[in-house]
């Protein structure tokens, strides 16, 4: 099993930034690919970023294409995500993912942290 644990959310004015954390526990991290997806309410989960076991490759929603970075520290059991230029639409609860690297399913989710943007 692994657990993830989501830090960082917060409130920010629009334009600002912020950076979430998301620590993970249990079984080798690096053996997982790691993603971040947000859901607002009333909206469905929507994927936002992800990262490759060794952090060369990333991937991004198009609604966060530019202005989201995602990057893991595997001495550190961590995986990041930087916002920048938060806008009011970027507001929801994020959530932390990991997936065995062959499966189709993400198995291990955080419990998620809020971020809320004010314009």
């Known amino acids: 099993q692994v657990q993830l644990v989501e830090s960082g959310g917060g409130l920010v004015q629009a334009g600002g930034s912020l950076r979430l954390s998301c620590a993970a526990s249990g079984r080798t991290f690096s053996r997982y690919v790691m993603a971040w997806f947000r859901q607002a309410p009333d909206k469905e989960r929507e994927f936002v970023a992800l990262?490759?076991?060794?952090?060369?490759?990333?991937t991004y929603g198009d609604s966060v294409k530019g202005r989201f970075v995602i990057s893991r520290d595997n001495a550190k059991n961590t995986v990041y995500l930087q916002m920048n230029s938060l806008e009011p639409e970027d507001t929801a609860v994020y959530y932390c993912?990991?997936?065995?690297?062959?499966?189709?399913?993400?198995?291990?989710w955080g419990q998620g942290t809020q971020v809320t943007v004010s314009s």
């Open positions: 993912a990991g997936r065995d690297a062959l499966a189709a399913r993400y198995d291990y």
């Open positions: 990262v490759s076991l060794s952090g060369a490759s990333t």
